[in-house]
C-alpha cells in the first residue's frame, strides 16, 4: 500500500513557475513508477509525466515538454513536478500517482492523490 499527498498548487499568471510535490508513505516508494496526471474541468484526466524508479529514465507528454521537469528522491519519498512557463491550458487538478509501468494510461496506475489545484491566470 502507497499513499500519497500532493501539496504547491496555488494561483498564479502565466508565465510563472511552481513546483508541485507529492509524499508517499511507505517504505516501497522505490519500487514504484512514478507520474503525473491532471484534470480540468469537463475533460478526462490527462497523463503529463512518468518517472522510472531510479529517476534516470523519464517521459513526457508534448504538451508539457520542455516546460515541466519530474524528479524523485526516493530516500524522501518524494516526486517533484516543476512548472515554467505555464500557460492557461495547464489549468486543472493535478495528481500523482504510482504503478509499476512506465504507461500513459491512468487506469494502468495502482494509487492516486488527492489531488491539488493549479490555476494559471492569463
Known amino acids: 500500500q502507497v499513499q500519497l499527498v500532493e501539496s504547491g498548487g496555488g494561483l498564479v499568471q502565466a508565465g510563472d513557475s511552481l513546483r508541485l510535490s507529492c509524499a508517499a508513505s511507505g517504505r516501497t516508494f522505490s519500487r514504484y513508477i512514478m507520474a503525473w496526471f491532471r484534470q480540468a474541468p469537463g475533460k478526462e484526466r490527462d497523463f503529463v509525466v512518468a518517472?522510472?524508479?531510479?529517476?534516470?529514465?523519464?517521459y513526457y507528454a508534448h504538451s508539457v515538454k520542455g516546460r515541466f521537469t519530474i524528479s524523485r528522491d526516493n530516500a524522501k519519498n518524494l516526486v517533484y513536478l516543476q512548472m515554467n512557463s505555464l500557460k492557461p491550458e495547464d489549468t486543472a487538478v493535478y495528481y500523482c500517482?504510482?504503478?509499476?509501468?512506465?504507461?500513459?494510461?491512468?487506469?494502468?496506475?495502482?494509487?492516486w492523490g488527492q489531488g491539488t489545484q493549479v490555476t494559471v491566470s492569463s
Open positions: 500517482a504510482a504503478g509499476a509501468l512506465m504507461v500513459v494510461d491512468s487506469q494502468r496506475y495502482d494509487y
Open positions: 518517472i522510472s524508479r531510479s529517476g534516470d529514465s523519464t
